[in-house]
């Protein structure tokens, strides 16, 4: 007798109903239409392939770049009675001949394997017998470049799907994927050329996480009440004792000086990066997940395959190269659905960090490609205007993976902040007409010189250059420059100037400039009121 979907989920899996898009996906894959299923972190991807391969005769491939996730299904399928194995770099020859073995006897469901094996293991020979009748890709965004882990590997995966035959069901899963992206996982792995005349069924979930609490700090300037990011960090952990979390840095250094910090503050911290050897990775990351170490400091190379249940913050030291890292990261807080913690601790020195990984990360490529240069360049500035803007934060996130939301969420630092709607006309008059003064001298520069000039400097740079005899020329003396700052940020955000990329990058007139110049429409801007610090508000756990 055939088995029936709920059946499968209830006797192999223990669960009663299904999750948002289970089903759906579920069902497609058994129609025999290619699947590409874009659902967050936690949302039960693996079920949506689990249960057809159960339900299908012959062997599902499923190609994964995780090993420690592909040992852990793995384990987790045999102990609920599913014949399942995996093929990566840390098999044994005899491992191998033995999962070959039952493959030909035709007794194996499930086969996880990583891409750099899909070459050597003649698997559609050994399947012959028993037939291929799924392929799934998991995180399917390392096809693309312009997703934020490309891995070469991957690109192989269309070649071993067609060696296949008959056609198999190829269903791809991620759980971030821009429109980019999107469109090169179709591309790639042919999904629109299925067998079915429907086409490829295509699902997003929802991406909000709503448990999840999120927070930019910006330590040494007005509004936050932290001097530096090591005291923000510490004041963050003070009313978070006893919670497990992760603390994410941009760099090995970084990692090792904040892991020293907090084991002198006597926390229970370990840490995690690329230089540390494999055995001491391992462990550390081990007394992390079974809670041995509450808090694990680390770079991104603590990365996916962490599937911990009760992180309860992500605090980034550094702010991340780009909104999908960003939300990736932040988004292995509070997976169990009890409310978690996402704060970004942000620096201006930040952007100039990532700036130069992006540089040496080309430098360091077979071969320079400024398209994809410049194209980072765009996503660092995102990342920037999600840390120093003032709307509500997760309308941000959502919006960079093309989900509506309302303008307010009541649960990010900015829906809680007290900001006054302010109208910045004349001031926003008297920078646009600085960078004009300067365009009419052939000159652009700055953020730095611009205000410089606006607050009437004699600096050295000011006066050798004749700055000082523009007329705008000291028109902002009574303004604080971080005022002057926030305001020329959102004009650079809202397109009324423009911020060249590269190394120096200078300030130019945008595209609403001029209109706004000749017309006389207020412009209205939320400022975050002057008065530091900023009360923590009030929240139930
Ligand atoms: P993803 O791969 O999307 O991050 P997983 O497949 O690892 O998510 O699933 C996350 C968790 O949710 C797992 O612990 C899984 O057992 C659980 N889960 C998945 N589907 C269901 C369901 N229908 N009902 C209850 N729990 C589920
Ligand atoms: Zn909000």
Redesign the pocket.
């Known amino acids: 007798m055939a088995l029936s979907k709920h059946k499968v989920?209830e006797d192999f899996?223990g669960?009663k109903?299904?999750?948002p898009g289970?089903e759906e996906t579920i069902d497609a894959v058994l129609a025999g239409r290619d699947v590409l299923a874009i659902?967050p972190?936690?949302?039960?991807?693996?079920?949506c392939y689990q249960i057809p391969a159960l339900m299908l005769p012959g062997l599902t491939i499923v190609i994964s770049p995780l090993i420690s996730l592909m040992k852990d299904q793995v384990e987790g399928l045999k102990d609920s009675g599913v014949q399942a194995a995996c093929l990566n770099s840390s098999i044994s020859p005899a491992e191998y001949n033995e999962t070959m073995d039952s493959i030909l006897a035709g007794k194996l469901k499930l086969l996880y394997i990583a891409p750099e094996r899909l070459q050597r293991a003649e698997l559609p020979r050994f399947a012959a017998g028993q037939g291929i009748p799924l392929v799934v890709v998991d995180e399917a965004h390392c096809l693309s470049q312009w997703g934020h882990d490309f891995r070469q590997s991957y690109l192989d995966i269309a070649g071993f799907i067609k060696s296949i035959k008959p056609k198999p069901v190829t269903a791809a899963f991620t759980?971030t994927a821009t429109p980019k992206v999107r469109e090169d996982i179709i591309t790639l792995l042919r999904l629109k050329e299925t067998n079915d005349d429907k086409g490829a069924f295509i699902i997003t979930t929802g991406f909000d996480r709503p448990n999840l609490y999120f927070e930019v700090q910006k330590p040494g300037k007005n509004g936050c009440a932290s001097k530096d990011k090591n005291t923000a960090l510490l004041d963050c952990l003070k009313t978070r004792t006893d919670k497990s979390g992760i603390i994410y840095c941009a760099t090995r250094k970084a990692v090792e000086e904040v892991w020293d910090l907090l084991l002198r503050r006597g926390f229970g911290v370990t840490r995690y990066h690329a230089g540390l050897g494999d055995a001491e990775r391992k462990k550390n990351q081990d007394d992390f997940l079974y809670d041995r170490k509450p808090i694990i400091v680390a770079t991104n190379a603590l990365g996916m395959g962490i599937?911990k249940s009760n992180v309860s913050f992500v605090i980034h030291y550094n702010m991340p190269k780009n909104i999908e890292s960003y939300y990736q990261e932040a988004g292995r807080a509070g997976r169990d659905g009890a409310p978690a913690d996402c704060i970004l601790l942000y620096s201006g020195q930040d952007v100039k960090i990532n700036e130069f990984l992006i540089a040496r990360s080309d430098e360091e490529s077979n071969e320079s490609n400024p398209d994809l240069v410049e194209h980072n360049l765009e996503l660092l500035k995102q990342m920037t205007y999600y840390a120093t803007g003032n709307g509500c934060l997760r309308q941000r996130l959502l919006s960079y993976f093309d989900e509506q939301s309302q303008g307010y969420c009541g649960n990010c630092s900015n829906c809680l902040t007290a900001f006054d709607e302010v109208d910045i006309s004349l001031e926003a008059r008297k920078i646009i007409s600085c960078v004009y003064r300067l365009k009419q001298r052939n000159r652009a520069f700055g953020k730095v010189m611009i205000i410089d000039i606006l607050k009437g400097s004699r600096s050295e740079k000011v006066v050798s250059q004749g700055f000082d005899t523009l007329s705008t020329w000291g028109i902002m003396r009574e303004a604080s420059a971080h005022r002057i700052r926030a305001i020329l940020d959102w004009l650079v955000e809202e397109g009324y100037l423009l911020q060249s990329a590269g190394e120096y990058p200078v300030i130019e007139m945008g595209i609403k400039a001029g209109d706004f110049l000749k017309g006389s429409k207020p412009l209205m801007m939320m400022l975050a009121k002057e008065a530091p610090p900023r009360e923590i508000p009030f929240r139930e756990k």
């Not at 972190?41 to 079920?47: E, N, P, R, V, W």
């Open positions: 989920l899996f669960f109903s299904f999750r289970q659902m972190t936690g949302a039960g991807k693996s079920l759980a599937d």
